[in-house]
């Protein structure tokens, strides 16, 4: 099973509420993923593991995997590119 | 009337992780939630609360008996074991009023967008949590709950009027438009901001520094496990511990603060469905307003000058943990001091040497602060059943966000004249703020717009 993270600066509310909304599209598309919230702190050994990153800050670091936007889910700004490009990620 | 009462305690008495769970099922329910959604969030919740009082109660029994031998050793007692923010958030949803902070955060929100008070939407529902803390506090120290909800409405409009100031720093700091950072730990700044005018005036204090190579070095330390793993070597080699005995606390250190994150955000899984509603119905209100999203403070995290603040600034909390007299707060869980962090990142605009500076002359403030805090904070946990804490050790949040405003409000609603003074000098200091800093950002600004053309 694929694996998608979403990081923020704990690990526990703004990116579980993302992660959460993430699963709700995934459900609603019937794709079968996890989807996880992690610590920034130690992204870099999460990251190793994952499909997709969803990113909530904006850093100079690239990673080589798909990286969609995760302000986009807590604003509702863009989110539908977003959710196209998870879908696309995941298919 | 005394049957509802007995009802009532009937329900309360059988703990935080069982009565919680059944007022968010009848929320859910009343919000016309799914049954099965609605009986899933209020499980969840419950899983939540047992969850955290597992792993407090795993930190206590391994961290307050090293405290103990420490203190018989050296007369140092640090007996207040902080479990953090996460140990706060989780014992504050315990308290049976959490709920009606919702509906406050809401009417609150909507009035002020709707008189043009502010610009800031705050959606960022978690946070609640911090506005229900305030509550809690004021309540047991003025014996009020009506003064509790007074103060946290005060918490939620001064938050919002810095969410207005804050706009422009976050785009600045994170190039994302229309967004705001309104949480009450960045209240700090106002207090800070009559220092930071002065620091302008100091040239070394405004040269920029580049953190990139020190996060990359220093980083790894500010990861859960391995603070905890050192901080648990650290205190059992100070209790005079074997090697042995310090390496196994080392390990249940680790343990505690790796378990504490992953705990909490079930707290948020639960809370999901209600945060979802409600940041969608006052996004619904306010579309065709230009107006800023606020949103929980991660959005900076990828500012590499916040971690490496705090790792910086933790041998100085320890340090001054020891040796500070009076102070009875052991630095654990709420070390990576977020509290003066974040808020510092905004004010100074990411320079990290007044980051650095601010972080350690708050540092005996939050360990004072916590310290008169602590004994509130062991009500609670122990009040709602959500924590058992033994005799002789106690329960706190080391680095309590915001705690000055707590100290003097709450003093305040008790009727203390030198905290109704600093409480009216507080607002004084913070309208002072909101004012001139909106001054200082259309200033530097247009400064900055200048230079790049």
């Known amino acids: 099973m694929k694996n998608v993270i979403v990081a923020c600066g704990s690990g526990v509310a703004t990116s579980q509420t993302v992660a959460s909304k993430v699963k709700k599209v995934l459900d609603e598309n019937k794709i079968k993923a996890n989807v996880e919230a992690v610590d920034i702190k130690s992204l870099d050994s999460y990251i190793?593991?994952?499909?997709?990153?969803v990113s909530i800050t904006k850093?100079?670091?690239?990673?080589?995997i798909p990286t969609l936007d995760g302000i986009a889910f807590l604003t509702g700004m863009g989110i539908e590119e977003e959710k196209q490009k998870l879908i696309d990620a995941l298919k | 009337m005394e049957v509802l009462q007995n009802a009532v305690q009937y329900v309360l008495d059988m703990g935080a992780a069982v009565f919680v769970p059944i007022i968010m099922l009848i929320i859910g329910l009343v919000a016309r939630m799914k049954f099965k959604d609605a009986l899933s969030a209020a499980i969840i919740f419950g899983v939540a609360f047992s969850g955290m009082t597992l792993v407090v109660?795993?930190?206590l029994s391994s961290i307050s008996p090293a405290a103990q031998t420490f203190a018989e050793n050296t007369g140092i007692n640090l007996t207040s074991v902080d479990g953090g923010w996460t140990t706060a958030a989780a014992i504050t949803w315990s308290w049976p009023f959490a709920f009606l902070m919702f509906p406050?955060?809401?009417?609150?929100?909507i009035v002020m967008l709707a008189f043009k008070w502010t610009k800031t939407l705050n959606v960022d529902v978690w946070n609640v949590w911090g506005k229900i803390?305030?509550?809690?506090l004021v309540t047991y120290l003025s014996g009020s709950i009506v003064a509790g909800f007074i103060v946290a409405s005060i918490q939620v409009i001064v938050e919002l009027k810095i969410g207005d100031v804050w706009g422009r720093e976050v785009e600045d700091l994170t190039g994302i438009p229309g967004v705001t950072v309104p949480h009450h730990m960045t209240l700090i700044a106002a207090l800070l901001y009559p220092i930071d005018k002065l620091m302008d005036k100091v040239p070394f204090l405004n040269k920029k520094m580049d953190a990139e190579a020190l996060r990359d070095k220093l980083g790894v330390f500010a990861e859960n496990h391995i603070m905890g793993g050192i901080i648990g070597l650290l205190l059992g080699l100070a209790a005079s511990y074997s090697i042995q005995e310090a390496l196994i606390l080392a390990i249940q250190a680790a343990t505690a603060l790796t378990l504490f994150p992953m705990v909490s955000k079930l707290f948020m899984q639960a809370l999901s469905p209600i945060s979802d509603a409600i940041s969608d119905f006052m996004k619904k209100r306010f579309k065709d307003r230009e107006i800023l999203i606020g949103l929980d403070w991660p959005i900076l995290a990828g500012r590499n000058e916040i971690w490496v603040t705090a790792i910086i600034i933790v041998p100085v909390l320890l340090l001054f943990a020891v040796t500070l007299p009076g102070n009875t707060v052991l630095p654990f869980g709420g070390i990576i001091n977020l509290s003066i962090v974040v808020g510092a990142v905004l004010l100074t605009r990411g320079n990290l040497v007044r980051m650095i500076i601010y972080g350690v002359i708050t540092a005996p403030v939050f360990l004072y602060i916590s310290t008169y805090?602590?004994?509130?904070?062991t009500r609670l946990a122990q009040e709602t059943g959500a924590v058992n804490v033994e005799e002789g050790s106690m329960l706190t949040w080391s680095t309590i966000e915001n705690g000055e405003f707590k100290l003097f409000f709450a003093n305040a609603m008790n009727g203390e004249w030198w905290a109704i003074l600093a409480s009216i000098g507080w607002l004084a200091i913070f309208t002072y703020f909101v004012i001139g800093r909106q001054k200082d950002n259309k200033r530097y600004f247009s400064a900055e717009a200048k230079e790049v053309n």
Request: no cysteine; net charge negative; proline share 3%.
């Open chain 2, 57 to 59: 109660d795993y930190m």
């Open chain 1, 59 to 64: 850093t100079s670091k690239e990673y080589d």
């Open chain 2, 133 to 136: 803390f305030t509550a809690i």
């Open chain 1, 48 to 53: 190793r593991s994952a499909d997709v990153y």
């Open chain 2, 104 to 109: 406050i955060l809401v009417i609150i929100n």
């Open chain 2, 373 to 377: 805090f602590s004994p509130y904070i």
